[in-house]
C-alpha cells in the first residue's frame, strides 16, 4: 500500500516540477536565453549539481548544443561551475536566489545601457554644440542642433536615475524601500 502511495506522490511531485520547469523555460527569454536554455536553468533547479552527460541525459540536448546553453547561463550568473571531489567532469549548479540572479542580470544590462548611451550621447553632444556655435550655419540648422543638444541633455537624467537604481540594488539598499517578502502573499 505504502508502495502504491509514494508512486502517486512522486508522479505528483514530478508533475509539479514539471510545471514550474515549464514556466521558468518560457519566461527566460526576459534573460535573452532560448526555452531550450531556460529548461536546463529549471531543470538544474531542482537537480542541483549537474555535468554536462548528466544534462544531455536529462534534456535529450546534443552536448554542443549544451555546452552553449551552460555558457550562455553561466554569463548572466545563472549557473556556476562548481568543484565536485574525485570528478574530472564540469559540474555546474543553478543560481537558487531568484533576488541575485535578477540583481546580477539587470544590473549588466543597466550598467551597459548607461554606459553606451552617456559614450553617444558625449560624442553627439560635442558634435552639436560646434553646431550651435557655428555662426557659417544657418539659424535654422543651429537651432535644430540646439534642441537635439537640450534634448540629449535632458536625457542624461534618466541614465543618472538608472545608475543610480542599479547601485542601490547593488548595495541592496533598495530592499530598504521594496522590502523582500518572507513568504508568499495569499
Known amino acids: 500500500m505504502a508502495d502504491s502511495t509514494d508512486e502517486k506522490a512522486i508522479e505528483k511531485m514530478e508533475m509539479a516540477k514539471g510545471e514550474v520547469i515549464d514556466a521558468i523555460s518560457e519566461t527566460m527569454d526576459l534573460y535573452g536565453v532560448t526555452p531550450s536554455a531556460g529548461n536546463l536553468y529549471a531543470t538544474m533547479y531542482f537537480k542541483g549539481h549537474m555535468n554536462l552527460d548528466e544534462m544531455r541525459e536529462e534534456l535529450g540536448m546534443s552536448k554542443p548544443s549544451m555546452s552553449t546553453s551552460v555558457r550562455k547561463l553561466q554569463e548572466i550568473d545563472m549557473v556556476k561551475k562548481v ?13 537558487k536566489d531568484f533576488f541575485r540572479s535578477f540583481m546580477s542580470f ?6 551597459r545601457e548607461v554606459k553606451m548611451n552617456m559614450e553617444a550621447i558625449k560624442a553627439a553632444e560635442v558634435h552639436l554644440s560646434e553646431i550651435a556655435d557655428d555662426d557659417t550655419v544657418t539659424a535654422e540648422i543651429r537651432e535644430e542642433a540646439q534642441a537635439h543638444y537640450d534634448m540629449l541633455e535632458k ?7 538608472l545608475a543610480d537604481l542599479t547601485a542601490s540594488i547593488r548595495s541592496e539598499e533598495i530592499f530598504e524601500f521594496l522590502p523582500k517578502e518572507q513568504q508568499e502573499k495569499k
Open 106 to 111: 539587470y544590473c549588466q544590462m543597466w550598467d
Open 155 to 161: 536625457s542624461k537624467v534618466y541614465y543618472h536615475w
Open 83 to 95: 568543484f565536485q571531489r574525485g570528478s574530472r567532469k564540469h559540474t555546474y549548479m543553478a543560481e
